[in-house]
């Protein structure tokens, strides 16, 4: 069965450089979410999509950005990284609200 | 190795017996709760859900007790096995936005010793 794809598995950028991380949810899924975990931490919450229109935000920085394209897709773009931004960043998706979002395995960042 | 500021709570079991992990939430409008667990450098994976007008589902060695009047959740796992370790999450959706936020409680460590 098909999962949630997230590029790049690991990246490395330094401090004030930008990145860009790429979300592949499941086909007919009209809810894209996108968390953060740092070491032994929660996922907390960043930013969602339902039907390629932003839903609800969380602890986002300004910084961020997001965006769900045409066919679902969705890309977090993240400038001028400082060292706190490492971390996992994981996107998720979701049929609808009653039902379970199947996570991807994740983007490592690492900040130098 | 695990990082320094790690403050998860954890849970140790012998392996065969029961584990019982709790979570409580503070939205009164949640009205569907997930538990996942997560492994070690991999996304949450679901184990079982409950909608909130259900105290208690029962899934594969494993069974969720929802008390709405205390706002508490229990994921109950019978006969833990070791690859039963790992780190369990409570998730809760709630009513009362136009989206379908979902709001991750926090995890708790659970290790099972042989």
């Known amino acids: 069965a098909a999962g949630v794809i997230q590029s790049p598995r690991h990246l490395i950028k330094e401090k004030r450089e930008t990145a860009t991380l790429k979300c592949y949810p499941i086909?007919?899924?009209?809810?894209v979410y996108w968390y953060q975990q740092g070491p032994g931490q929660d996922p907390q919450f960043l930013i969602s999509?339902?039907?390629?229109?932003?839903?609800d935000k969380g602890s986002i920085p300004d910084r961020f950005s997001a965006q769900q394209f045409s066919d679902y897709h969705s890309e977090l773009n993240m400038s001028s990284l400082e060292l706190g931004d490492s971390a996992l960043y994981f996107c998720?998706?979701?049929?609808?609200?009653?039902?379970?979002?199947?996570f991807g395995q994740g983007t490592r960042l690492t900040v130098v | 190795g695990e990082s320094v500021g790690l403050h998860l709570p954890t849970l140790s079991v012998q392996e065969g017996d029961n584990s019982i992990i709790n979570c409580a939430y503070s939205?009164?409008?949640?009205?569907?709760f997930i538990w996942y667990k997560q492994e070690s450098g991999k996304g949450p994976q679901f184990i079982i859900d409950?909608?909130?007008?259900?105290d208690k589902r029962q899934g594969q060695r494993v069974t969720v007790l929802l008390n709405k009047t205390v706002k508490h959740l229990s994921l109950q796992i019978a006969a833990t096995q070791p690859g039963d370790s790992a780190v369990y999450f409570c998730?809760?959706?709630?009513?009362?936005?136009?989206?379908?936020?979902?709001?991750f409680g926090g995890g708790t460590r659970l290790m099972v010793k042989p």
């Open positions: 998720a998706s979701r049929l609808d609200r009653y039902t379970e979002a199947f």
């Open positions: 086909p007919r899924h009209d809810t």
């Open positions: 999509f339902y039907e390629k229109m932003q839903s």
């Open positions: 939205n009164s409008a949640s009205d569907y």
């Open positions: 409950i909608r909130s007008n259900m």
């Open positions: 998730a809760e959706t709630s009513n009362n936005n136009a989206g379908n936020m979902l709001t």
